[in-house]
């Protein structure tokens, strides 16, 4: 049987629950297909040291603060899912947990979105499906010769899970260093960083809530035609959160260039020489979960969607929210993705209404 809704928000994470509330507030009646079967979106999925870069105060979707948590300048991921959590029941979304979205499609005047649990006919699409469900691994010569351990990101939970191993962590950003720092102040574990060029440490006091200012200042700069200011990527790459000061302080982070290939038991350098490795971690990024959207055959060159802000130029029905600065400056994080929610919301109210 296929339902009728105005909107079909597809993704219960920040971005999604941030585009409900929106819709709430326009009055459009929506419904929010979410593929996890709890409420909390990616960051139920994090690893167990992970802590926001912002103070709760600064990290908060629109509509209800987050609350501090108690011993914790920096919220952990646990307290992040119990906000989301409460913030879904508070506004009353209607979320549906569960339910895979695997297709949109155009259907007669309406976009019809294919989820497990039946077909709906939206007059409007939101994506929010993020990118967690889509890591991205780079084609490395001797990947499939390692005989060890290998996994992304998104496997990583503790370094007692490697206690007595030797891991390779590759990759310059943030889940990188992090992930490299957790495992270094372990004294179990025998780690060897690894990143693409010398990483690049953003000052101390830099934290979220500098960095969504700077990606707004740069957004708002060229919407205005003046020249780029560089962003956050002006700054560094890494935000010098405690345990990774914690690490580089003690001189435990220490990275070395990419290795030229992985061999059966370990990695090869570009001189010729050898390390040993029982585990590869790659913190090597994502790319954004598009592929329910395959069927509107929206993607131009180099497979890239185009975007005005977060509407698909290609189809004027279908918003994109949280992906990035290309859906929105800073629309991937907590306090960002609220403006660009509202924008959209905004948007196919007027669309509906016209």
Not at 303 to 312: E, I, N, R, S, V
């Amino acid at each position: 049987m296929t339902q009728h809704t105005d909107v079909v928000v597809v993704g219960g994470g920040q971005a999604g629950l941030a585009a409900g509330y929106h819709l709430r507030r326009q009055g459009l009646d929506f419904v929010i297909l979410d593929a996890d079967p709890a409420p909390g979106g990616s960051w139920q999925h994090m690893w167990d040291s992970l802590h926001l870069f912002s103070p709760a105060a600064y990290s908060s979707l629109p509509g209800r603060l987050m609350p501090a948590q108690v011993g914790e300048t920096y919220p952990d991921a646990g307290h992040v899912v119990d906000y989301l959590t409460d913030y879904e029941k508070r506004y009353d979304l209607p979320v549906q947990h569960g339910t895979r979205v695997d297709a949109v499609r155009r259907g007669a005047g309406r976009l019809l979105v294919e989820a497990e649990t039946g077909i709906w006919a939206a007059k409007a699409v939101i994506s929010a499906t993020g990118s967690w469900s889509r890591p991205f691994l780079p084609a490395v010569p001797g990947r499939s010769v390692f005989t060890g351990r290998q996994l992304h990101t998104v496997g990583y939970r503790c370094p007692a899970d490697f206690a007595g191993q030797r891991v390779v962590v590759v990759g310059g950003g943030n889940s990188g260093a992090q992930i490299a720092a957790d495992l270094a102040l372990d004294s179990r574990v025998e780690v060897t960083w690894v990143t693409q060029r010398p990483p690049r440490f953003l000052p101390d006091d830099i934290d979220g809530r500098a960095l969504f200012d700077v990606a707004t200042a740069r957004r708002r700069a060229l919407d205005a035609g003046r020249s780029d200011t560089g962003g956050v990527a002006s700054l560094g790459d890494i935000v010098a959160v405690p345990p990774v000061r914690a690490a580089r302080d003690a001189g435990l982070l220490h990275a070395q260039p990419v290795f030229s290939q992985l061999t059966t038991d370990g990695v090869r350098w570009p001189d010729g020489s050898h390390t040993g490795a029982d585990v590869v971690v790659w913190c090597t990024g994502f790319r954004p979960a598009l592929a329910h959207l395959a069927p509107l055959n929206l993607r131009g060159p180099r497979g890239h969607l185009p975007t005005d802000g977060t509407h698909a130029l290609g189809e004027p029905r279908l918003h994109l929210l949280g992906y990035g600065d290309w859906t929105g400056p800073a629309s991937a994080t907590l306090i960002g993705v609220g403006r660009p929610a509202r924008d959209t919301a905004r948007d196919i109210a007027q669309m509906l209404s016209g």
